[in-house]
């Protein structure tokens, strides 16, 4: 079993940057679909970003232009980095993934999919005014 664990979580200024790592604990295949989720307190969990096998990524609305979600399959690690932290950013961010490719809605990697096989146990993200 893929094991997954996320770093680089903190307390920032709005407007500042961090980025998120999660790290696998194996090789996760040439054909995983991978995400980032985050909650807030008394909210659903959300997708932010997903990515699939070949690259192709997409993004929340609240989030295009300030983040972006990529992966290093040489050390089984995917990030995500945030720019420009608002304080509606703030929430505990989970990685996610799937052994087989994304399921695609109009060509893109789905952000409704949320039956993802692992999941990691999140990082904490703070984004103050």
């Known amino acids: 079993q893929v094991q997954l664990a996320e770093s680089g979580g903190g307390s920032v200024q709005a407007g500042g940057s961090l980025r998120l790592s999660c790290e696998a604990s194996?090789?996760?295949?040439?054909?995983?679909?991978m995400a980032w989720f985050r909650q807030a307190p008394g909210n659903e969990r959300e997708a932010v970003a997903v990515i699939d096998s070949d690259g192709s990524a997409n993004y929340a609305d609240s989030v295009k232009g300030r983040f972006i979600i990529s992966k290093d399959n040489a050390k089984n690690t995917l990030y995500l980095q945030m720019n420009g932290l608002k304080p509606e950013d703030s929430a505990r961010y989970y990685c996610?993934?799937?052994?087989?490719?994304?399921?695609?809605?109009?060509?893109?990697?789905?952000?409704?999919?949320?039956?993802?096989?692992?999941w990691g146990q999140g990082t904490q993200v703070t984004a103050s005014s």
């Open positions: 194996r090789y996760t295949g040439s054909s995983s679909c």
């Open positions: 996610a993934y799937d052994p087989w490719g994304c399921t695609l809605i109009n060509g893109s990697p789905s952000l409704v999919y949320v039956a993802y096989a692992r």
